[in-house]
């Protein structure tokens, strides 16, 4: 579709819009609110009528009338009262019978429940119970009854109200048939407004769209058509005299064109250099490709160099390897020997804390033998003093037997007076007697026991001898294990030192093999790379053919770009 087509169809979419919203929004609303008139008109007839009603029967509440004169009164006022073209009003009472109708007195007096409309809808039996039912608000109702002078059925809107101190219903009613003819009035007016809003709105869409776009657009076209057919014209410039989209339109493709060109010419001067730069790269590749040859054949030689290095290193590695571990076996023999050393010093060691213990022992004993000496033969002398003492005991026990002896005589001579002194007399010798016999026995024991000392004594003596001349012996003993101790201490540390040395001679030989291996590994490095070197510099020579190559296809298209270039006139 064009764009011309399109811009009027964006024009007219407004219209049948607003046409779709009138036929189903604003027509309806407005039939909605011409009913509600209608409504609210009736109602208010009503009301008016009903106020009369209510007048009258105020009137006879007072007393100023009786019921039925009231009553009277207010059929005959609202049968005279009308409203618009023709609106009458009529009274029913609760049980459907008429009371009073204003353009139909005839049916005054008739019970009217049965009564239908054009529609089979019993319509007057349907107001009064709805007025019953809504006693307040009164009931609206929609039936079918003939306008005067004719006899076909017309729709009509009725309102009734409920009087209830009478118990009768209030009602009117208007014709609703001019509704639809007032809504076709609209519709007929909305639709002529409408076509004709299209018919300008087309009319003015083509001019507009034609004069400020259309043509507008159809320069831009012709003139980029133009460029095209003409083999690359970027000369030509877009004039649009206007300053809305189009004519930036314009500007822009005018900026597009001239940026083009610019480009054009950058590009014909960078292909020219472009050709230039490829001869020049077309012979450096070349000398480049004879150098790398160069090359190759020096690291070729360079890796078998590094090969021959690899085997004398690979030859080194394992002599050192053997020496290494030849110190290694001297240094774990060097530590075997400085750990028997240490447990020999260690031993001696022992051995001379034990002399030193036994020297002590051997003072105590001779300390301990030489006071049980001086003990025992103090103990002889107390032997001695005690049998000078059993001595004199057993003297005293003679005598006073002798007295006991005595005294039993003296008693004998005293008869019956001296029997009892002559039993204890008797008593006390006896006791006598055995402490003379203890006495005896404590002086032969005394014997022994000097005896005993005396031999004890000797023993004593010679047992300090034999003391001093052992603590002799030891003390030439510990002497000997002192310089044995200071000669281990001596060898000890020899050994340590020795031990030591070798060490580090064997941490030394670690070193040397780990250096070695470095080498070894190194030299291996060195050789694969140079073995490397070796293939990359044969790929860089290749590469270097391929890029001469590449060099002379640029440098041909960079042609094949100038003679496209020329063909662009800027």
Do not use: C
């Not at 024009?11 to 609210?40: C, M, R, V």
């Not at 053997?322 to 023999?333: I, P």
């Not at 010798?429 to 032969?444: F, G, M, P, V, Y």
């Amino acid at each position: 579709m064009k764009l011309s087509k399109k811009l009027i169809l964006l024009g007219i979419i407004p219209t049948i819009i607003f046409t779709l919203i009138s036929f189903f929004y604003l027509i309806p609303e407005t039939k909605k609110s011409i009913y509600a008139e209608k409504d609210i008109q009736i109602r208010t007839n009503v009301d008016g009528a009903y106020s009369i009603v209510s007048y009258y029967y105020s009137l006879s509440q007072t007393g100023a009338l009786t019921d039925q004169e009231a009553q009277a009164q207010a059929k005959e006022i609202t049968s005279k009262m009308r409203y618009g073209e023709g609106g009458y009003y009529w009274i029913d009472d609760i049980n459907y019978i008429n009371l009073m109708h204003a353009v139909n007195p005839k049916i005054v007096g008739t019970n009217r429940a049965a009564e239908r409309d054009k529609r089979d809808v019993l319509f007057i039996k349907r107001f009064i119970d709805g007025a019953v039912q809504n006693k307040s608000e009164g009931f609206y109702s929609n039936f079918w009854f003939p306008k005067p002078n004719e006899t076909d059925a017309s729709e009509k809107r009725g309102y009734s109200k409920h009087f209830e101190p009478w118990g009768w219903i209030v009602s009117t009613g208007i014709y609703i048939d001019d509704v639809d003819t007032i809504v076709q009035k609209q519709i007929t007016a909305i639709i002529v407004i409408n076509t004709t809003l299209m018919l300008v709105t087309f009319m003015f869409t083509y001019w507009f769209s034609r004069k400020k776009i259309v043509q507008p657009l159809e320069n831009v076209i012709s003139k980029l058509g133009e460029m095209a057919n003409s083999g690359g014209d970027l000369t030509q410039k877009i004039i649009i005299d206007s300053n809305d989209e189009l004519g930036q339109l314009a500007s822009v493709v005018n900026s597009l064109l001239n940026s083009m060109r610019q480009l054009i010419r950058q590009i014909s001067q960078t292909s020219e250099q472009v050709a230039a730069a490829a001869e020049e790269l077309t012979a450096n590749a070349e000398q480049s490709a004879k150098a790398t040859t160069q090359v190759a054949e020096i690291i070729t030689e360079v890796a078998a160099g590094a090969e021959k290095q690899v085997n004398a290193v690979d030859a080194t590695v394992a002599v050192v390897e053997q020496v290494s571990a030849g110190v290694q076996q001297v240094a774990a023999s060097a530590n075997a020997v400085s750990g028997k050393a240490e447990m020999t010093a260690a031993a001696a060691n022992e051995g001379d804390k034990a002399l030193n213990a036994a020297m002590s022992q051997m003072d105590s004993i001779e300390r301990t033998v030489s006071g049980s000496a001086q003990v025992v033969m103090k103990l002889g002398e107390r032997s001695k003093e005690i049998g000078q003492i059993v001595d004199t005991i057993s003297g005293i026990a003679g005598q006073t037997n002798l007295l006991a002896l005595n005294a039993a005589i003296e008693a004998a001579r005293a008869g019956e007076h001296g029997r009892g002194f002559a039993v204890v007399a008797e008593e006390v010798r006896k006791l006598a007697e055995q402490s003379q016999e203890a006495a005896k026995q404590i002086a032969t024991l005394i014997s022994e026991i000097q005896a005993e000392t005396d031999n004890a004594v000797v023993a004593m003596s010679d047992g300090t001898r034999e003391v001093k001349a052992g603590a002799d012996v030891v003390n030439d003993a510990g002497k000997a294990f002192k310089e044995i101790v200071l000669l281990i201490g001596e060898v000890s540390s020899q050994v340590r030192e020795i031990s030591a040395a070798i060490q580090q001679m064997a941490s030394g030989s670690q070193q040397i093999v780990s250096s070695v291996r470095d080498i070894d590994r190194i030299s291996k490095d060195a050789a694969g790379q140079t073995q490397t070197v070796s293939a990359a510099t044969e790929e860089q020579a290749a590469s270097m053919e391929e890029i001469a190559a590449s060099s002379q296809e640029l440098a041909r298209m960079a042609e094949e770009l100038q003679g496209t270039i020329k063909k662009f006139r800027v």
